[in-house]
């Protein structure tokens, strides 16, 4: 289930769910970042 990268960015940024990890849109967006993040660091 992929959305439009832009689309789920803004509803990231306007999210009501504090935690991330429990929005269903939020949650691959963000593990997405961290995925990213982690490939950046090795």
């Known amino acids: 289930m992929m959305f ?4 789920v960015e803004e509803h990231y ?6 935690n991330a990890q429990e929005c269903k ?6 593990n ?3 995925e990213a993040t ?4 090795e």
Do not use: D, L, R, T
């Not at 439009?4 to 689309?7: D, G, S």
């Not at 849109?25 to 963000?30: E, G, L, Q, S």
């Open 4 to 7: 439009e990268k832009e689309k």
């Open 25 to 30: 849109i939020c949650k691959p967006y963000v």
């Open 38 to 41: 982690k490939e950046m660091i």
């Open 13 to 18: 940024k306007s999210c009501k769910i504090k």
């Open 32 to 34: 997405g970042i961290i």
